[in-house]
């Protein structure tokens, strides 16, 4: 049974537009989200993190917003630029109580951005 | 680079063989973490150790054992290995703390033939 889900295996945007990927998720005791990027031959690079006492966070480009009633988050890439090609991973996890948890990973959204 | 290195990058070896991965974690973290990436399925959690004690497990097979070394380094042994064991292996390690990001080395990438 998947905890995490990633509906879209794949994106497509152009250049300079907004780049917006989903993911959903089923356990309620996760009260922490991240979001990771990945491309060919290398680990997972952690891109940005929420907190469940929030419901949005903002990097740069990147934004993840959090919508605890539908278990569902978000991350949002605008503009979205060709260097953001790559395969982006939600991941969730349960620290509540000062211990950390391990993340239990979607299967990924590859997104292509074209300029 | 995240500063967390695993070796060996590449690794072929027969069925019925054993292997072991090695991790070392970014300077200052006391908990690894151990990932499998198979081709259709997505990362998944196999065991985390945190200061040398194991502190969770996840899908890891009775096979696969691990030890995390008083140095911090990390070591993950798969015995009796078989095709279906090919995947690539991630090392990730993190602060102990209100946030949980984890960071993660290249992988292993392991084929068994």
């Known amino acids: 049974d998947q905890q995490v889900k990633q509906n879209s295996p794949s994106l497509s945007v152009q250049e300079g537009r907004i780049s917006i990927l989903n993911c959903d998720y089923t356990n309620s005791m996760f009260d922490y989200f991240l979001w990771y990027k990945k491309y060919p031959a290398e680990g997972p690079t952690f891109l940005i993190s929420?907190?469940?006492?929030?419901d949005k966070n903002e990097d740069g480009r990147f934004t993840v917003f959090l919508n605890k009633s539908a278990k569902h988050l978000s991350l949002h890439i605008v503009p979205s630029q060709p260097g953001d090609s790559a395969v982006y991973f939600c991941a969730a996890s349960t620290i509540s109580g000062g211990s950390q948890g391990n993340l239990i990973f979607g299967k990924g959204t590859k997104l292509s951005v074209k300029p | 680079d995240s500063g967390v290195t695993q070796t060996p990058k590449h690794l072929i070896t027969a069925t019925g063989q054993r292997v072991t991965l090695r991790c070392s974690p970014r300077?200052?973290?006391?908990?690894v973490y151990w990932y499998q990436q198979s081709l259709d399925q997505g990362l998944q959690f196999l065991i985390q150790?945190?200061?040398?004690?194991?502190?969770a497990k996840g899908n890891i097979l009775e096979r696969f054992s691990a030890q995390q070394f008083p140095d911090l380094h990390s070591e993950l042994n798969l015995s009796s290995l078989e095709l279906g064991d090919s995947a690539l292996y991630f090392c990730?390690?993190?602060?102990?703390?209100?946030?949980?990001?984890?960071?993660f080395g290249p992988g292993t990438r392991l084929t068994v033939t």
């Open positions: 150790y945190y200061n040398g004690e194991e502190r």
């Open positions: 990730a390690s993190s602060v102990v703390g209100i946030s949980n990001e984890q960071y």
């Open positions: 929420i907190s469940s006492i929030k």
């Open positions: 300077s200052g973290d006391l908990s």
